[in-house]
């Protein structure tokens, strides 16, 4: 059993930055590859990003490639989403996600979810 706790989102400016992370807990988080998707208000949750459990290979969705950049600490349990260059169109429900592989995540179909942490960019 994996725990998913976000923390970090909020409003921000246009063009401005936040740090999402995901602290997992559970005895083998750091087994586990993780990822984030999100959530605007009428529309369905789409894949963000994702990452392998040693942070050796990544994925995003090309509506983010170049602006947002996953990573993960396995000493903290905790992987990150730094979103850069923000839009009103990332306005959304951020969560994390976690599976032991990428794939799953990357198909939508992970094992673990969190609550989810709001971002709301302004314009």
């Known amino acids: 059993q994996v725990q998913l706790v976000e923390s970090g989102g909020g409003l921000v400016q246009a063009g401005g930055s936040l740090r999402l992370s995901c602290a997992a807990s559970g005895r083998t988080a750091s087994t586990y590859g993780m990822g984030w998707f999100r959530q605007a208000p009428g529309k369905e949750r789409e894949f963000v990003a994702a990452?392998?459990?040693?942070?050796?290979?990544?994925n995003y969705a090309d509506s983010v490639k170049g602006r947002f950049t996953i990573s993960r600490d396995n000493a903290k349990n905790t992987a990150y989403l730094q979103v850069n260059s923000l839009k009103p169109e990332d306005t959304a429900v951020y969560y994390c996600?976690?599976?032991?592989?990428?794939?799953?995540?990357?198909?939508?179909?992970?094992?673990?979810w969190g609550r989810g942490t709001q971002v709301t960019v302004s314009s």
């Open positions: 996600a976690a599976a032991l592989q990428i794939a799953k995540i990357s198909m939508g179909t992970p094992s673990y």
């Open positions: 990452i392998t459990w040693n942070g050796k290979i990544t």
